[in-house]
């Protein structure tokens, strides 16, 4: 199982607090090797004591320091506004990012891809797909508006990236109540050409998907691809390259064997295009 150990640094006031006990002790002892409490050494070592008790008592309201080598992980955790939303009706979702180690909000992150945090809300079977970038509210929460057309579990996925740290994915989920009613957001299937033509777990493919015209640059890149196991532990989002005028590539490697629900996306005629199709990964 991967992790991480995060060293915290030395706090400056830390710092003082543990020299200014240090004086004070080093004074007491001078004055019981010289046999005789000076006036001077007692001001001192009381001054010194007065100065580590006081930081001592702050510390609790001093901002702590971000541990060395990168900032812990989030918390994060998804809710929706109203509680429980309703096919074809607006509803908001919500992110709230808490720092893994002070429980403080996160409100350090970096902008990847033209956005703060890349949100994927798919429906459990895979039918229903959204790619959104929510916007900060206030510290720590992010939110968007959405509408969704089917009831039934939804699965919610936040790619975000802090300062000086890496990148991390939150997971969520949330239901929806109410009819099926018909989707605005249509996708037409798309065939990808496979190499090689049969997928194995743990070696990597390249996977390339026509496309409707020559491309263009959306979120700084050509192409982006969402996987997602069938049961919905693992996703993974990958960049393509260009294939010519009229095509995607794009190199992946599947953790697990099974089915994979799979959306190309991608800009076109000034129109974003969502293009689904499944992949059958062997052992």
């Known amino acids: 199982m ?12 830390t710092m003082v607090m543990d020299g200014a006990f240090l004086v004070a002790g080093l004074l007491l002892v001078c004055g019981v090797l010289a046999r005789s409490v000076s006036r001077l050494l007692v001001s001192g070592a009381c001054a010194a004591a007065g100065v580590a008790v006081t930081v001592m008592l702050l510390m609790p309201y001093l901002s702590p320091t971000q541990p060395a080598g990168g900032r812990p992980y989030a918390q994060g955790r998804f809710s929706t506004l109203p509680a429980r939303p309703v096919t074809g ?17 996160v409100d350090d992150l970096a902008v990847h891809h033209e956005a703060a945090a890349h ?15 929510p916007l900060r509210t206030a510290p720590g929460v992010l939110a968007v508006r959405l509408s969704l057309p089917r009831p039934g579990r939804y699965l919610a996925y936040a790619e975000i990236e802090r300062q000086e740290s890496g990148g991390q994915l939150l997971t969520g989920a ?40 020559p491309v263009q640059p959306w979120l700084g890149m050509p192409g982006h691809l969402i996987v997602r196991s069938r049961d919905g532990a693992h996703l993974a989002h990958a960049h393509g390259t260009a294939a010519g005028t009229s095509a995607l590539r794009f190199t992946l490697t599947f953790p697990e064997p099974g089915r994979y629900l799979a959306w190309v996306q991608y800009a076109a005629g000034g129109r974003l295009m969502t293009r689904p199709f499944t992949m059958d990964v062997d052992r």
């Open 2 to 13: 991967p992790f991480r150990v995060v060293v915290p640094e030395s706090a400056p006031w």
């Open 89 to 105: 009706a607006e509803f908001t979702l919500a992110l709230r990012l808490a720092d893994g180690a002070t429980g403080r909000p």
């Open 119 to 133: 949100v994927v809300v798919t429906s459990e079977d895979g039918a229903v797909f959204r790619h959104v970038h």
């Open 174 to 213: 949330f239901e929806v109540s109410g009819t099926a009613r018909p989707d605005a957001y249509v996708q037409q299937p798309v065939t990808p050409r496979l190499t090689p033509a049969v997928l194995v777990a743990g070696s990597p493919v390249t996977i390339e998907v026509g496309t409707q015209a």
